[in-house]
């Protein structure tokens, strides 16, 4: 089973357009000030087959692709997450879905496994490398300037010039039905240690992704 997170059905501030994100619970490594630390520590998670967690994609209507994150999203049964995204490809009406992932891992470490090779072939760009905050500069879609786009496959390997030179940081805030507060994108650098002080000293709980 495949341990998430969170899902949010539409996002426009974790790759281009509209996407569904999906974050998956848990990394093993423990990066000086990884954005995700809290999800990664929480125990809640919900379980999900991979064919369940398509037929959520499946409802998305007008997504531009889906975003994988986390956690650690190679630390999962690999097996079912290759499933997961090849039931998004073989699904007559979600075949245009373009499909980012961070992982924590380099390309070269993930192209040494079997298992994650057969992930890897239905990843159009793979963001990789772990969160380092000396070197977070800015740029959008990345925490730190180690972190590469790797374009796996044609779609939007034109746009590599303008994918790696912007500098603008995004992100999106909700509160949940339980009055917790989610944010999501790549925030500034020591912008959530400042947020979450001032929500702290107002009682209100953050939960940050
Ligand atoms: S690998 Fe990524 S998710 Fe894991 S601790 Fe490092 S920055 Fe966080």
Redesign the pocket.
């Known amino acids: 089973m495949l341990h998430v997170a969170r899902k949010k059905e539409f996002c426009k501030v974790l790759g281009p357009g509209t996407r569904s994100v999906i974050w998956f619970h848990g990394?093993t490594?423990?990066?000086l000030g990884?954005i995700?630390?809290t999800m990664?520590e929480i125990a809640e998670y919900e379980t999900c087959l991979p064919e369940q967690l398509a037929d959520w994609v499946k409802h998305n209507i007008g997504i531009e692709g889906i975003t994988l994150s986390?956690?650690?999203p190679f630390q999962q049964p690999l097996d079912e997450l290759a499933t997961f995204l090849m039931l998004l490809k073989q699904n007559t009406n979600l075949t245009d879905l373009s499909v980012l992932c961070y992982t924590?891992y380099s390309l070269e470490e993930l192209r040494k496994q079997e298992s994650a090779v057969a992930v890897l072939q239905y990843i159009d760009v793979l963001i990789d490398g772990?969160?380092r905050q000396h070197e977070d500069c800015g740029q959008r879609w990345r925490?730190s300037a180690n972190q590469q786009f790797h374009f796996l496959t044609e779609r939007y390997k034109k746009q590599e010039n303008e994918w790696n030179t912007t500098l603008e940081r995004q992100i999106e805030i909700e509160l949940d039905l339980n009055g917790k507060l989610l944010i999501s994108g790549v925030p500034s650098k020591n912008f959530i240690n400042k947020l979450t002080t001032e929500l702290q000293r107002r009682d209100v709980n953050v939960d940050f992704s």
């Open positions: 990394c490594r423990r990066c990884c995700a630390g990664n986390g956690g650690e924590g772990e969160y925490g």
